[in-house]
């Protein structure tokens, strides 16, 4: 069973959401990254771009597939991690480190899950 840390939120799509001061951080779940393999580019939204909740604001190639990453909460982008960038392997290693953006001025956010309810989702999926 994949990684699943309590006090994070999750979404259904296998996003990790954590809120610091209003900035919500977003990530990869380890769930997601296990599925998808060895991640090999990541690409992430400029600084100032509005993303909306449910809609897909990046996307992840491996050396399976690309997959798009679905934004938790509708706000503006207010950074972006970019060392993901030259390392996209960062998310397989350390997902839940591993943030992708940070959403603030958030005005909407779609449902989030706790850990447990997150690992039902999982586990319906395996």
Known sequence: MANTPEGLKYTKSHEWIVEEDGILLVGLTDFAQEALGELVFVNLPEEGDEVISGESFADVESVKAVSDVFSPA???????????????????REPYDAWLIKIGEVTDQEELLNAEEYEKVCAEEE
């Open 74 to 92: 509708t706000g503006v982008v207010v950074e972006i991690n970019e060392e993901l960038l030259d390392d996209p392997g960062l998310i397989n």
